[in-house]
């Protein structure tokens, strides 16, 4: 249920300028200007320990492609998404 409330928040706001994903995804239905907060690669690094660890894997990648910046906790979590996602040095 949570993750229907979450990807259908965006059809339910009526107008705003930018969409923050303060948890790593953006939701897929977002067409307007985003933001995505990665916190931790915990979900590449340990797959074992994460459930679903593919198809979030999936969905970080599409969120961070999505994003037109990246904002992450800190230099260390900003070089290891660099390193898993060189495409996205200039957004982070």
Not at 20 to 29: Q, S
Not at 56 to 77: E, G, M, Y
Request: with cysteine.
């Amino acid at each position: 249920m949570n993750t229907l409330i979450f990807e259908g928040s965006v059809l339910f706001l009526k107008k705003f300028d930018i969409y923050w994903g303060t948890n790593h995804f953006l939701p897929a239905l977002a067409r307007c200007p985003s933001v995505v907060t990665v916190h931790d690669l915990l979900l590449l690094k340990y797959p074992s320990d994460q459930p679903l660890a593919r198809f979030f894997a999936q969905r970080l990648a599409s969120s961070l492609k999505k994003a037109r910046r990246v904002i992450t906790d800190s230099k260390t979590t900003a070089d290891d998404l660099i390193a898993a996602f060189p495409n996205v040095r200039k957004k982070v």
